[in-house]
């Protein structure tokens, strides 16, 4: 088992910055992936961006140019700048064990923290 616990959610104006954080424990050696996804009602969670342990990276388009993904360990790490208020939603934080998932791009499966709120908002 794998838990994970985020950290760095909250309000912020356009244009600003947050970073996120997220660490796993647990039996983190089955780790091979970690990422950040996020979900607004209605919609289906949709990845953000996510990081291999060899810190090979994917991100959504719409966050390419903003958004930095990193890892250190077993701390998966997301800093934001440039948020718009497109990007309100819940983000949830990823432990993937399988390389396969992520290097085919498929939707993950592993672990999921419990969701950390980002709201842009003037």
């Known amino acids: 088992q794998v838990q994970l616990v985020e950290s760095g959610g909250g309000l912020v104006q356009p244009g600003g910055s947050l970073n996120l954080s997220c660490e796993a424990s647990?039996?983190?050696?089955?780790?091979?992936?970690m990422g950040w996804y996020r979900q607004v009602p209605g919609k289906q969670r949709s990845m953000v961006a996510r990081i291999s342990s060899s810190n090979i990276t994917k991100k959504a388009d719409s966050v390419k140019g903003r958004f930095t993904i990193s890892r250190d360990k077993n701390t998966v790490y997301l800093q934001m700048n440039n948020l718009k208020p497109e990007d309100t939603a819940v983000y949830y934080c990823?432990?993937?064990?399988?390389?396969?998932?992520?290097?085919?791009?498929?939707?993950?499966?592993?672990?999921w923290g419990q969701g950390t709120q980002v709201t842009v908002s003037s």
């Open positions: 647990g039996s983190v050696f089955d780790i091979f992936a």
């Open positions: 990823n432990a993937d064990p399988s390389s396969a998932r992520f290097y085919s791009g498929s939707y993950p499966a592993g672990y």
